[in-house]
């Protein structure tokens, strides 16, 4: 792996395209279209594969943002459990995006600051 650093958590970039895109409880998506997206921005490790990000979009549905509804080897097919609600954290000062019934805890991995 590369030492790139994002600008953006990667965590933040999957919440930002899924609020963007998605967020609609009864609407499904895919780990590959929000990876392609993220891609599209270049704000991820120019190396990266979707394997080398299933561990967030796995974080998800233990937060209980999302739940995965069917997977094929990679693709995981995922529905909103509520719809998500746009934040800004004082502590690192990203905008962040939530769900609903999760706990309002910033995702940014250096921060977890109540919201």
């Not at 929000?34 to 990000?53: H, R």
Request: glycine residues 2%; charged residues 25%.
């Amino acid at each position: 792996m590369s030492d790139f650093t994002p600008k953006v958590p990667i965590q933040i970039q999957i919440r930002k395209v899924i609020f963007e895109n998605y967020n609609v409880t009864d609407e499904k998506f895919t780990n590959d279209e929000i990876f392609e997206k993220i891609k599209n921005n270049g704000d991820l490790n120019p190396l990266w594969i979707i394997d080398d990000v299933e561990t967030y979009f796995n974080d998800l549905c233990d937060l209980g943002l999302t739940r995965n509804i069917a997977q094929n080897f990679t693709t995981m097919w995922l529905k909103l459990f509520d719809s998500m609600i746009k934040h800004h954290c004082a502590a690192c000062n990203f905008d962040v995006y939530l769900g609903v019934s999760e706990k309002q805890i910033c995702p940014n991995p250096d921060c977890k600051s109540s919201i």
